[in-house]
């Protein structure tokens, strides 16, 4: 199968997680015309809540089709995972934005996973993650999972279960250290497996900054984190784009100017960086299995 689930993770917060999701799979379906799907898998549903009003997030937490709902029916009532139910179409305030799907998030996450681990229900949690996993990626050509900062059990099975990461990262001293946690948890268990790192975006640059502009060469420097090639600037535009519009917008209005092109140029690396891998997997691939994949794609 091919790999496009993709888990937006930095222990460090308020690097940009849950904007750049928001901005990547509005890019990749309004501007790109694929279909994404994205998993809101924070406590908070900062992304749920930037793609549709507070009315309409209320009544989905209301009516328990969030991923609090999805995951506690599979993981401690161990019920058959119907994820159909619990993805939502029309959200996005971007008018041609049509292809964006997702699954809510709800602050009874953190209930859920407490109880995983006093029920000590980790296995089965990781086992439903799969299987959402699996289930989702033939009805989308990405995927992305908006993950909270630290590292909770929760965040550790989207870790070890998806295909890729991506860090969002401030070129500052604080999520330097950040980005180092994570790779040392990364080399944690080794035998659990691990998304592989997609590429570090480093966002809230001020371009006229010099500490900015050495702690972006510091995080370029080091070739393992793949550093994508355009960082974004701190722009008012970009922190504007969080505020859910309900009378609707083009993407041109909500993206305008160089915050447009910035988050064009990184949806197209992460679609070129997504494909190379794939090419890679398909080159290793015993020539039967090249066959099989090939139709598949
Ligand atoms: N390039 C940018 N320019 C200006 N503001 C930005 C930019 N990127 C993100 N922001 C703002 O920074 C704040 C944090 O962004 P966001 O919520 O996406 O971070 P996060 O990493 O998801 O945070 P958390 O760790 O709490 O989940 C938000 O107010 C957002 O509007
Ligand atoms: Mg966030």
């Given amino acids: 199968m091919k790999r496009t689930t993709i888990a ?10 849950s904007t ?36 309409r997030l209320h009544k989905l937490q209301s009516d328990a089709t969030t991923i609090v709902d999805l995951l506690a029916a599979s993981v401690l009532q161990q019920q058959k995972l ?49 299987m959402l996993l699996d289930g989702v990626k033939p009805g989308y050509d990405y995927v992305f999972i908006d993950c909270p900062p630290g590292l909770s059990v929760l965040t550790e099975a989207w870790l070890r279960e998806a295909d890729f990461h991506i860090s969002p990262t401030k070129p500052d001293y604080i999520s330097v250290c950040g980005l180092e946690v ?13 998304a592989e790192n997609l590429g570090v975006v480093v966002n809230l640059m001020d371009p006229n900054g010099a500490q900015d502009r050495d702690y972006d060469s510091w995080l370029r420097d080091r070739a393992d984190n793949r550093c994508f090639t355009q960082p974004i600037h701190r722009s008012m535009a970009l922190q504007h784009v969080t505020q859910f519009s ?19 140029a990184i949806a197209l690396e992460v679609m070129d960086r997504v494909a190379a891998a794939n090419a890679a997997d398909a080159d290793r691939a015993p020539d039967g299995e090249k066959e099989t994949s090939a139709a598949a794609s």
């Fill in 8 to 17: 937006v993770m930095n222990t460090k917060g308020g690097v940009g997680k």
């Fill in 182 to 194: 994570f790779r040392r948890f990364k080399a944690l268990n080794p035998e659990m497996g691990f």
């Fill in 82 to 130: 119907e994820w159909q139910k619990f993805v939502i179409g029309g959200s996005s305030d971007i008018d041609d934005a049509q292809g964006l799907f997702l699954i809510p998030s709800d602050m009874q996450l953190t209930l859920f996973e407490r109880e995983v681990s006093k029920e000590s229900r980790h296995a089965a949690l990781r086992a439903t993650i799969k």
């Fill in 246 to 264: 309900p009378e609707g917008r083009s993407w041109l209005s909500k993206y305008p100017g160089a915050v447009g092109a910035s988050i064009k």
């Fill in 20 to 55: 750049l999701v928001l901005a990547l799979a509005e890019t990749l379906t309004a501007i790109f015309n694929k279909t994404v799907l994205v998993i809101d898998s924070d406590a908070q549903a900062s992304v749920s809540a930037m793609l549709m009003t507070s009315m």
